[in-house]
């Protein structure tokens, strides 16, 4: 069966430090793959965006990884922020589909 | 900047009721979509929207459920005689096309049904 997965638990990490996420995912054929912010109670906020046939995009201090061999994408913002606490959440569409399909997220928990 | 709105933010309903959420997605954007969200768990997929007729749905979306795009800003979710399980957070997003595969998402409406 088809699976994203990330990790449930929560990442508590120093302001500062850099946090690295994980997604994995299982018997799907990504075009591309997405990851989104939510805050409690609000919708999600698109990050970024990376392509199958890409190895590693940036946005400011936010970086995401690609490897379709394993079948898994990292996520990892540098110099992390307090305001960088969040859930994080994995999304992709498989081949030939628009529809996104999420991971359940993890939520990131920056310490001042 | 351009923003996809929600409306209501909150519906209480009784069983059985119908109810319609309704949308306005960024105005230059072709794609619309619903996907809802219970409580504590992940955002799930109902349907896609594009060209004025549905292009994909999932498991969730049977009968009980429509869309509709009546006029050329309002995208609308009507579910038809609610159940208590379709207590959740609804979320619409639109998707500029070929230009993007970003989804867009609104603040969602907040559905109780009691």
């Known amino acids: 069966s088809q699976k994203i997965e990330q990790n449930s638990e929560a990442l508590n990490i120093q302001e500062g430090k850099t946090a690295t996420l994980t997604c994995n995912y299982t018997n799907y054929s990504p075009a591309y793959l997405q990851w989104y912010r939510q805050d409690p109670g609000r919708g999600p906020v698109f990050l970024l965006l990376i392509r199958e046939n890409e190895k590693e995009k940036r946005k400011e201090r936010l970086k995401v990884t690609f490897d379709t061999t394993l079948k898994q994408s990292l996520f990892h913002i540098t110099a992390s922020q307090p305001a960088d606490s969040a859930t994080y959440l994995c999304a992709l569409a498989d081949t030939g589909r628009r529809a996104l399909t999420f991971g359940s997220g993890t939520r990131l928990q920056v310490q001042p | 900047e351009p923003e996809v709105t929600q409306t209501p933010s909150h519906q209480v309903t009784q069983m059985g009721q119908e109810v319609i959420l309704r949308c306005v997605p960024i105005?230059?954007?072709?794609?619309f979509y619903w996907y809802r969200q219970i409580l504590g768990q992940k955002v799930e997929f109902l349907v896609s929207f594009y060209n004025n007729e549905i292009s994909e749905k999932s498991e969730i979306f049977d009968d009980q459920f429509s869309v509709e795009r009546p006029d050329g800003s309002n995208f609308t979710l009507k579910i038809r005689s609610t159940k208590l399980e379709d207590s959740a957070m609804y979320f619409c997003?639109?998707?500029?096309?070929?230009?993007?595969?970003?989804?867009?998402f609104g603040p969602g409406t907040r559905l109780t049904v009691t």
């Open positions: 105005s230059n954007h072709l794609y």
């Open positions: 997003a639109s998707r500029p096309g070929l230009a993007g595969y970003e989804q867009y």
